[in-house]
């Protein structure tokens, strides 16, 4: 029996419960999920007691936790802040006891998590990495045109010279590297990383970061087996002929990643998170509390992102079951 995904509740007063019912509707006979939320936040749920249950259920499968408070579209209520973060920490503990094959998980409200609960965490990926008990976690960003991971995330510009160190460039990338190999099945990925600085320094003419930081990273890492190239100049990574040439393009900053990604499609981008004990993604949107409620949230991230999260289980469990 293939273990259904648990889908953690996101913020109930944003596009979450709308979006979910929608994928449980596309979704059917193709893969199964369930919510972790308050029945009250997801209209016509299926109330579910095992995650076993998900797959015979008549619409949206839900386990019950009792919220605060109900959730009213586009109006997003502090009250219910402990309850978004208790719904991810039990959707990681179901998929660390083996009773769920991956999380996926709805948009939060960040700075509703922190004035309503005080969340000490810049976002989902720290998050988990902390319940997942690992140090260190990438951000990887998928779409069916590209594969990308910003090595600095949710930073200041200013702040990403300092931030961007030689352990933590490595750390990434072979973290990068195996989940590749472990989550996607890829036996010997192709990896691309760009430049910090404009044309990738141009020689030291335009910073130095290529030279004294980045190359002696990949340098090593090339003489132990990786398949890498750059670092290369991130204006002419992006166009149909380069990406043809690697798996996945490695940058150096938020931006420099996911304006690529977001511009080749901004509907079908899903959230992975690599490095972790379990399978983790998210559409790659936020709350949009401007639209709650209002029946028009386009539900092709999360599908993608179920879906993604479904391939990678697989390919784990397949690659496990041979090492």
Known sequence: MTLPIALTCGDPAGVGPEIAAKANKALQGELSFFVIGDRRHFPNCVEISDPRDAADANGLPLLHMNFAAPALAGSPDHANAAGVIASIETAVALAQAGQASAVCTLPISKQVLIEGAGFAHPGHTEFLAELGGVETSVMMLTAPELFVVPVTIHIALEDVKTTLTAALLEKTLRITRDALVRDFGLAAPRIAVAGLNPHAGEGGLMGREEIDLITPVLDDLRSQGFDIAGPLPADTMFHPPARAKYDVAVCMYHDQALIPIKTLNFSAGVNVTLGLPFIRTSP????????????????????????????????????????
């Open 284 to 323: 790659d949107h936020g709350t949009a509390f401007d639209i709650a409620g209002k029946g028009v949230a386009d539900a092709t991230s999360l599908i993608e992102a179920l879906r993604r999260a479904r391939d990678m289980a697989t390919a784990r469990a397949a690659f496990d079951g041979k090492h």
